[in-house]
């Protein structure tokens, strides 16, 4: 069983940055693929970005440009770097985690989740 820690969330004014964190638990954290997926109020679970294996990484459009996804397999946690936020990004964040070497952008594909962190961005 893995269990993914998040953190990092909070408010920040628009223009701002913020970083998250989500650490997991046991020694493969390496052969996952980690994803971050963001949920707001009345709306349905979306995919944000994805990290490869490899290192690659994907993007939803929205957040192109802005955000950047890394990993640091050596403490098994993986970043979401938020640049230049918006009102629009405010919600609650999800890492997860995909043992197929796979990549997706479904929720659906993903087995071990993190309790979420609120990201709420101010006028």
């Known amino acids: 069983q893995v269990q993914l820690v998040e953190s990092g969330g909070g408010t920040v004014q628009a223009g701002g940055s913020l970083t998250l964190s989500c650490t997991a638990s046991?020694?493969?954290?390496?052969?996952?693929?980690m994803g971050w997926f963001r949920q707001a109020p009345g709306k349905e679970r979306e995919f944000v970005g994805l990290?490869?294996?490899?290192?690659?990484?994907y993007y939803t459009d929205s957040v192109k440009g802005r955000f950047t996804i890394s990993r640091d397999n050596g403490k098994s946690t993986a970043y979401l770097s938020m640049n230049s936020l918006t009102l629009e990004d405010t919600a609650v964040y999800y890492c997860?985690?995909?043992?197929?070497?796979?990549?997706?952008?479904?929720?659906?594909?993903?087995?071990?989740w993190g309790q979420g962190t609120q990201v709420t961005v101010s006028s």
């Open positions: 997860a985690a995909r043992t197929d070497i796979s990549i997706s952008r479904r929720p659906d594909l993903y087995e071990y």
């Open positions: 990290i490869s294996r490899a290192e690659n990484t």
């Open positions: 046991g020694p493969t954290f390496s052969r996952y693929v």
